[in-house]
């Protein structure tokens, strides 16, 4: 049942965040320090699993002031601090703080948690600079906002739609995926092979091509040079050109490898250019919440004003004469 059932099927602000997570304890542990305007601020806490280079399996357990490095290109998957039960009318979304994002660690959009979730959440990080990526536990890694749904929403008698809805008809969130532990979320995901970036290896292996045709146009031109004393200039000559024109494919490859990765890094400022607009976009939209609960708490007093006047003024009680001797 919801406690607040006053409170308007929308975003919610810190007031209500707060109120919900007192009374239906939605999630556990909770601050007040950690709230904003309309979302709230989440540490990193529990176990964090990678892969490293060679396909192993690494896992850690952080908590606030654990010291965490993301490899350069890599992918982690961390767990934060809270334990969310979430009620069947409230909806969650996450995203990194804007800080990361400016340094280069990226989520992705913010997906949607649906409501009835119990459970800790698994994080997938990606660390897309060049450069390893120390982050600082004691800042906060994410940040929540929650949603109140339609849930329990009866439509008006004589409404069309009246007789189509039924509070039994509603989609629960399944029992058996609550309170998993990261393990069956990352056998779920890839049957548990490694998941790791793809940057790395790809880089290799075109720096190890680059290598290998390299040596192989410095043996042409060797082989060319030594046929020009053996068997004359012409042998030598066509052995020479087909060097040349080895060492051209080289060079065209180097040049194609170097514009993919120029490439990979403009998509990646694209994407954080991105998640900055969705962040701002969702700022000004609490901020036109607030504007429009103002403007409709002075439209409220106006019509109390205008009822006021409008009320007719109270008749004076007429007096009793006077049992005196008259005039």
């Not at 059932?5 to 007031?15: E, K, M, N, Q």
């Not at 087909?242 to 490859?253: D, E, L, P, R, Y």
């Amino acid at each position: 049942m919801d406690p607040f059932p006053s409170v308007p099927r929308a975003l919610l602000s810190s007031f209500e965040i707060a109120d919900y997570a007192r009374v239906t304890g939605m999630m556990w542990p909770f601050t007040e320090k950690q709230l904003k305007s309309a979302s709230y601020e989440v540490f990193i806490g529990g176990e964090v699993i990678w892969w490293d280079g060679n396909g192993r399996r690494r896992t850690k357990v952080v908590k606030r002031g654990t010291p965490l490095v993301l490899e350069a290109n890599s992918i982690v998957f961390a767990q934060v601090e809270p334990i969310f039960r979430l009620p069947n009318y409230i909806a969650i979304r996450f995203n990194l703080r804007i800080t990361h994002v400016h340094r280069g660690l990226l989520l992705g959009t913010g997906p949607l948690v649906d409501p009835g979730f119990h459970g800790k959440l698994l994080i997938p990080l990606h660390n897309l600079t060049s450069d390893p990526y120390a982050i600082d536990t004691n800042e906060a890694l994410i940040w929540i906002e929650f949603t109140k749904t339609t849930f329990g929403y009866q439509p008006e008698i004589g409404d069309d739609l009246a007789a189509q809805r039924d509070v039994r008809k509603f989609k629960g969130f399944p029992p058996d995926k609550r309170y998993l532990d990261p393990d069956k979320y990352l056998r779920k995901a890839n049957a548990g092979n490694p998941i790791r970036s793809s940057i790395p290896d790809a880089i290799a292996k075109s720096a190890d091509s680059a290598r290998k045709a390299e040596k192989s146009a410095r043996d042409l031109r060797n082989i060319g040079l030594v046929a020009a004393v053996v068997a004359g200039v012409p042998i030598a000559f066509a052995l020479y050109q087909i060097g040349q024109q080895f060492a051209s494919m080289v060079q065209n490859s180097q040049s194609l490898i170097a514009s993919v990765s120029t490439d990979a890094k403009g998509m990646a400022e694209k994407l954080t250019t991105l998640s900055t607009d969705n962040r701002n976009l969702t700022e000004k939209m609490v901020e036109l919440k607030d504007a429009n609960e103002k403007l409709n708490a002075r439209l409220n007093e106006q019509d109390a004003q205008i009822q006021k006047l409008n009320s007719p003024p109270k008749k004076r009680p007429r007096r009793a004469p006077s049992k005196g001797k008259g005039r």
